[in-house]
């Protein structure tokens, strides 16, 4: 059984004045840091209520509380500044989100016990199935994220048509080759490593798609999928893979993220091999243009109207900057005080999540655009396509306190439902739907998680892991050994640390 991390009731207490205690003391007002305990509360009783980290909608709540409040609020005690700085309506802010979380805290405890009889992966089912499955997915996984990389470049704005909805569902076939790959390992050695020469091809072709587009999610990626996956199986991280998974988030936050978004502003070539060749002539000369990436990053942090949106003033990094949206939740909810949009933002989301063959005319922008533009992010869709809000910004700007408290009691705590009902995080395809979702769950609007999130991508990795394994286990296989359906193909062993790789 996995580890829950589960909170004690001393240690909520501890974070709770923690925070409430360096909060008043850097000078937030008093308002703001009563309804930041109420939100930190709900936080931490509906992380217990879903199992920690033992569980998928645990995980996914972990993920989008880290980026919407706890990171902030941590950061801003530590480095001493007030928590309602640099919020256009602090007090408003702090309020939605209390709602919001304690609405969700609701929602999982009213509904968070429910399971579906719905369809399931199928999964390899035995150690020879499993490397056939690692060489197809790996293969055809590729060359989708090729297709996609290089139609969305030759046909700017047509990332709609069928072909690349069909490569879309495919890609993820490379993280499951990953997958695969980092699990046979474990089994392999017994639990002595986790990494080897068949993770690192699937590895270094994310890292290289997400080099050719500067992603910094490409970046992060495959040590996430190799972490998860190997937490999982039982896996017993050693020393060196602390100090490994440090020296990339270093790498992150000080190298990749500033060049990566920098180099952004390049990657609008005609095809996927002029793209990359470009990209490589940058990489080549990144030391000659570092001060202009450290300026052009700077710049980029400033909104249409010469307002800063950081967060944190007292420290200059972009990156962790980037992964805290209460300021630009905070810009929305300020701007729909008064004035709320409905079903525009669900309809431009949903519209964009739904296939082109089931839908024709989709729109040409998000609904993170409309968001944006009434909150004074941007003035323009292409210039600045990079700003991110969360749902509790979309709940708000559609329907205010009905929004805030409907969508977390009901539609939040359904996903979980829906996720936990249909994957097994063991098993390879149920690890590949934990990442998918946790890494782009957070920012989205209502319309993404309704149909992007519940029906589009369940839907594409069930028809995808059928036709893989429908494929695969054509093939003739003689003296294999079987692996027990719904059972992690490793079970967790104890081995001494400093033995993995």
């Not at 709540?61 to 941590?74: D, G, I, K, N, R």
């Not at 060359?143 to 993820?172: D, V």
């Not at 990657?267 to 202009?292: D, G, I, K």
């Not at 993404?448 to 892991?465: D, E, K, T």
Request: aromatic residues 12%; glycine residues 8%; proline residues 5%.
């Amino acid at each position: 059984m996995l580890p829950r991390f589960l909170l004690s009731p001393l240690t909520i207490v501890g974070i709770v004045l923690f925070l409430a205690a360096g909060e008043l003391a850097s000078g937030t007002q008093l308002p703001f840091v009563a309804m930041m305990v109420v939100a930190m509360l709900a936080v931490c009783v509906t992380y217990n209520m879903l199992g920690g980290l033992s569980t998928i909608g645990g995980i996914f709540f972990t993920v989008f509380a880290l980026y919407t409040l706890v990171v902030s609020q941590f950061a801003k005690v530590l480095i001493f500044e007030p928590a309602d700085l640099n919020l256009r309506s602090p007090e408003l802010t702090i309020g939605v989100y209390a709602v919001y979380f304690v609405s969700l805290m609701v929602g999982v405890f009213l509904f968070g016990w429910i399971r579906l009889s719905l369809p399931k992966p199928l999964e390899p089912s035995t150690a020879r199935h499993s490397g056939l499955m690692y060489l197809f997915s790996f293969v055809v996984g590729l060359a989708a994220q090729i297709y996609m990389a290089n139609y969305s470049l030759e046909h700017p704005g047509l990332q709609g048509a069928t072909s690349h909805g069909l490569a879309r569902a495919l890609a993820y076939l490379l993280p499951l080759s990953l997958v695969i790959a980092v699990d046979a390992r474990i089994r392999k050695t017994d639990g002595r490593h986790c990494f080897g020469w068949a993770a690192l091809l699937p590895a270094l072709a994310i890292e290289l798609m997400g080099f050719t587009a500067g992603s910094r999610i490409y970046y992060i990626l495959p040590p996430l999928i190799v972490a998860v996956t190997a937490y999982f199986r039982g896996f017993r991280f050693s020393t060196r893979h602390y100090l490994i998974a440090g020296a990339l988030a270093a790498g992150l936050f000080l190298v990749v993220s500033p060049w990566y978004l920098w180099s952004r502003a390049f990657r609008r070539q005609p095809n996927l091999e002029v793209q990359l060749e470009t990209m490589a002539s940058l990489a080549a000369a990144a030391p000659q243009h570092w001060q202009q990436v450290a300026q052009a990053v700077r710049a980029n942090m400033q909104s249409t109207n010469g307002e800063a949106e950081e967060y944190l003033t007292r420290v200059n990094s972009t990156t962790l900057d980037r992964m805290i949206l209460i300021p630009d939740d905070g810009a929305v909810i300020s701007a729909c005080a008064h004035y709320h949009w409905g079903f525009e933002t669900f309809r431009l989301d949903a519209d964009s999540s739904i296939p082109h063959f089931l839908q024709k005319k989709k729109p040409d922008r998000q609904g993170v655009w409309l968001r944006a533009s009434v909150g004074g992010l941007q003035s323009s869709y292409e210039e600045n396509f990079y700003i991110t809000t969360s749902t509790i910004a979309d709940a708000w700007g559609g329907f205010g306190w009905a929004g805030v408290i409907g969508v977390p009691l009901v539609l939040v705590p359904l996903l979980f439902i829906v996720y936990e009902s249909i994957f097994d995080i063991s098993r390879p395809w149920g690890t590949v739907a934990v990442v998918s979702v946790a890494l782009n769950l957070t920012p989205d609007g209502v319309g993404s998680l309704v149909v992007g999130q519940l029906l589009v991508i369940p839907i594409y990795i069930l028809a995808i892991s059928w036709f893989a394994g429908w494929i695969t286990r054509s093939i003739p296989m003689t003296g294999d050994s079987s692996l027990r359906t719904g059972a992690p193909l490793l079970r967790p062993v104890k081995v001494s640390s400093g033995t993995g790789d």
